[in-house]
């Protein structure tokens, strides 16, 4: 069975940090472009960030620019996303996804893989 499965969600304070792990079984990422993406109640599911099957480009949306960090480590088949100085705004599910297709703009870019997601929740 081919899935991707988010772990590292939670509650953080405002200000805070997470780390989500995505893994993958049954495929491996190596190959794969690796994103992730957010939705919070009510509003539509939006890009966050994606990186390169060689992890040599990331891109990000201007919301999370400069706080998020993606990466991978394709010998734990294994992507992961840096939260840092999280905001109350940043609550939402978030998904990480894969494709073969490269990545050139989270924005516009349509994985064929999803995980289930992961709930982040930014509160005092």
């Known amino acids: 069975q081919l899935q991707l499965v988010e772990s590292g969600g939670g509650l953080v304070q405002p200000g805070g940090s997470l780390r989500l792990s995505c893994a993958a079984s049954?495929?491996?990422?190596?190959?794969?472009?690796i994103g992730w993406f957010r939705q919070a109640p009510g509003k539509e599911r939006e890009g966050v960030s994606c990186?390169?099957?060689?992890?040599?480009?990331?891109k990000y949306s201007d919301s999370v620019k400069g706080r998020f960090t993606i990466s991978r480590d394709n010998a734990k088949n294994t992507a992961y996303l840096q939260m840092n100085s999280l905001k109350p705004e940043d609550t939402a599910v978030y998904y990480c996804?894969?494709?073969?297709?490269?990545?050139?703009?989270?924005?516009?870019?349509?994985?064929?893989?999803w995980g289930q997601g992961t709930q982040v929740t930014v509160s005092s």
């Open positions: 996804a894969a494709s073969t297709l490269p990545c050139f703009s989270v924005t516009y870019w349509l994985p064929s893989k």
């Open positions: 990186i390169t099957s060689t992890g040599g480009s990331t």
């Open positions: 049954g495929f491996i990422l190596d190959g794969y472009a």
